[in-house]
C-alpha cells in the first residue's frame, strides 16, 4: 500500500541514532544518511522510511494524531526496541504490554525526539 513513509526531524543525528537503536532492536539495519545530510532513511523489501528536515526551511513538528506502526517478531523485540528508544530520546507514549481493544496483541508507544508518533506493534497471534 505505501511506497514510503517520512517524518520530519530537526536534529538528523539524534534521529539517526533513535532510529538506528528503535528499527535495529527490530532487526532492521542502520540507516544511511540521506539528501546530502539532510536526513536518514532505511529501506525494507516492502518500502522505505526516513526522517528528514523539512525542505521548506521550517522547523519540523509532528502531526497531531498521527502514528506511525512498526510491526515486532514478538513481545521481547517490542520491549527491546521501547528500551532502546528511551535510551536513545524517545519519551513514553504507552509502556509495552497487551493492548485490550486488539486481544492477544501487544505494543508500546514512543515519541522520537522530535516529537513523532510510534507505535511497536506485535499482531495479534492467530
Sequence with gaps: MFTHIMVGTNDVAASKAFYDAVLGALGHAEGGVIGEGRGVGYRTEGGFF??????????????????????????????????????????????????????????AYLRDPTGNKLCLWQAPQG
Design 50 to 107: 526516513a526522517a528528514v528536515t523539512p525542505r521548506d526551511g521550517n522547523a519540523a513538528c509532528f502531526a497531531n494524531g498521527g502514528t506511525i506502526g512498526f510491526a515486532a517478531p514478538g513481545s521481547a523485540a517490542v520491549d527491546a526496541a521501547y528500551a532502546a528508544g528511551l535510551a536513545n530520546g524517545g519519551s513514553c507514549e504507552g509502556a509495552p504490554g497487551p493492548r485490550e481493544m486488539f486481544p492477544g496483541a501487544y505494543g
